[in-house]
Structure formats: structure tokens, C-alpha cells
T-cell receptor, first 115, second 117 residues
Framework: AQTVTQSQPEMSVQEAETVTLSCTYD???????LFWYKQPPSRQMILVIR??????QNATENRFSVNFQKAAKSFSLKISDSQLGDTAMYFC????????????FGKGTRLHILP | GAGVSQSPSNKVTEKGKDVELRCDPI?????LYWYRQSLGQGLEFLIY????????KSGLPSDRFSAERTGGSVSTLTIQRTQQEDSAVYLC???????????????FGPGTRLLVL
């Protein structure tokens, strides 16, 4: 069975700083997808970034980037130049590399960006 | 539509009553998923539908929970004889499963917050 672990329940950083959220996972699969989703107080789950395990290059989306270490089963999210709108719950998630399968979520990290 | 929509946004019901939650996926998405988000359990998978295949019901917590998807589009999650422990946010997601850079990525609706008194 797959598991996803986020070891930081809550974090706070000052606006404009860089913050890194940690995630580790456990799987016997070789091919899979990893995601970071953001859930602001509005409750809407928003995709932040997606990584395919067969790709060695780390995914980036504007201020968001990941550090994907397949051998270590680690998938951290870096947010650069953090903004107040980044305040949210962040979930790390795993999905087998099938195009229709359930997502396994971590427990989440609540991130506060302070003015 | 532009995104996944869910209704109602909030639902308060009395213990023992039945409730129906609705999900309207993104047009063209063939896969539809239901998840439950509760304080103690985080995000849990409930059920998913893919095209005309039999749904994967492996996450449904009890036989009080059921779901259907009519015409390969709208889905309804039904909870019978609600219990207080059913109180949670119910999230729906959809995805397309054909090729492409984002194939398989699930897009979520805003959820329905259910409170069972």
C-alpha cells in the first residue's frame, strides 16, 4: 500500500521569504505521479504542481518548484518570494501511473504567510 | 463547464435522515471521484467512476453510502441514515484519462460541507 507523510503540520514564514514543505512517500511502484495541491480557506483544492516519476527533471510552475528525489522517496515543495495569497493548507499526494486511479493524500501542512 | 461544480455548498441534516450530494464534472472528463475530508481522517478516497466500467467502491465506509453516475456525467453521492461521524467535507474530482501532458490529473470541486446534528 502507498503512504504519504508530511512531517510539518504547520509552518509560518514572512512574506517574500522562501519556504520548503517536506513530503516523503512509500511505494513499490516504479512509475507514478506526485502532486502538490493547495487548499485555501475557500476549501477549493487547487493543483499547484505535478511530477511524473519517470522524469528526472524537477517540475516548476512560476514561484513553485519541487525537489524530487526518487531513490529517497522524497518530494518537497519550494515556494519562492512567498505571498499572502499562498496562505493555505498544502497537500502532498501520490497516484499510480494509471490515468484513472485514486489519489493518496498526506495529512497536509498548514502554511501561514505573515505580512 | 469551466470547473467541477458541487451542490449544495453546505448541508445540515438530522441524524437518521438521508442526504444526496451532487457533482457536475468538467465537460469531457471521463473519470469522476469522490473523496471525504474530515478532521480526524484527512482526505479519504470513497469511490470512482470511469466511463462505462463498474465503479471502484473500495473506499466506501459502509453500506449506507452509495453513488451513481448518470449518462457518464453528473454523479450523486447518497448517504442513508446519516450519523454524526458522517460530518465532513465531501469533495468531487474529475479527470480525463486520454493522453496529453495533464492526463490523469484530478481537478476538484469546492466541496459540500455536511453537518449531521
Amino acid at each position: 500500500a502507498q503512504t504519504v507523510t508530511q512531517s510539518q503540520p504547520e509552518m509560518s514564514v514572512q512574506e517574500a521569504e522562501t519556504v520548503t514543505l517536506s513530503c516523503t512517500y512509500d511505494t513499490s511502484e516504479n512509475n507514478y505521479y506526485l502532486f502538490w495541491y493547495k487548499q485555501p480557506p475557500s476549501r477549493q483544492m487547487i493543483l499547484v504542481i505535478r511530477q511524473e516519476a519517470y522524469k528526472q527533471q524537477n517540475a516548476t510552475e512560476n514561484r513553485f518548484s519541487v525537489n524530487f528525489q526518487k531513490a529517497a522517496k522524497s518530494f518537497s515543495l519550494k515556494i519562492s518570494d512567498s505571498q499572502l495569497g499562498d496562505t493555505a493548507m498544502y497537500f502532498c499526494a501520490f497516484m499510480k501511473q494509471r490515468r484513472d486511479d485514486k489519489i493518496i493524500f498526506g495529512k497536509g501542512t498548514r502554511l501561514h504567510i505573515l505580512p | 463547464g469551466a470547473g467541477v461544480s458541487q451542490s449544495p455548498s453546505n448541508k445540515v441534516t438530522e441524524k437518521g435522515k438521508d442526504v444526496e450530494l451532487r457533482c457536475d464534472p468538467i465537460s469531457g472528463h471521463t473519470a469522476l471521484y469522490w473523496y471525504r475530508q474530515s478532521l480526524g481522517q484527512g482526505l479519504e478516497f470513497l469511490i470512482y467512476f470511469q466511463g462505462n466500467s463498474a465503479p471502484d467502491k473500495s473506499g466506501l465506509p459502509s453500506d449506507r453510502f452509495s453513488a451513481e453516475r448518470t449518462g457518464g456525467s453528473v454523479s450523486t453521492l447518497t448517504i442513508q441514515r446519516t450519523q454524526q461521524e458522517d460530518s465532513a467535507v465531501y469533495l468531487c474530482a474529475s479527470s480525463w484519462t486520454s493522453g496529453g501532458a495533464m492526463g490523469g490529473t484530478q481537478y476538484f470541486g469546492p466541496g459540500t460541507r455536511l453537518l449531521v446534528l
